[in-house]
């Protein structure tokens, strides 16, 4: 059975640093994997994705702050977020693509709140 599994939200002022963590169960993290977010009364938007063959690619909105990641041996990914922003406010998922049967599997979020 696949799980996805987000952690590290919470409540940061602006300026400030979260790291999430996206722990896959029962596929393998070598594929395409990314983060994407929900925020409040707006749709869900890709924030960084991360390629099998670990390319990263991000929104214009988090470049220069946002950080993604991956460790394959412990089949967790990362999203380092720095200088965080009243409006990365969101609830945060991640997803891990299975191409055996061309499903991504995603996780069911995270809150992150940048408010002082």
């Known amino acids: 059975q696949v799980q996805v599994v987000e952690s590290g939200g919470g409540l940061v002022q602006p300026g400030g640093s979260l790291r999430l963590a996206c722990t896959v169960y029962?596929?393998?993290?070598?594929?395409?994997m990314g983060w994407h977010r929900r925020a409040p009364g707006k749709e869900r938007d890709m924030v960084a994705t991360i390629s099998g063959s670990g390319r990263p690619d991000y929104a214009e909105s988090v470049k220069g702050r946002f950080t993604i990641s991956r460790d394959n041996a412990k089949n967790i990914m990362y999203l380092q977020m720095n200088n965080l922003k009243p409006e990365d406010t969101a609830v945060y998922y991640c997803?891990?693509?299975?191409?055996?049967?061309?499903?991504?599997?995603w996780g069911q979020g995270t809150q992150v709140i940048v408010s002082s």
């Open positions: 997803y891990c693509f299975n191409p055996h049967d061309s499903t991504a599997y």
């Open positions: 029962g596929i393998p993290t070598m594929n395409a």
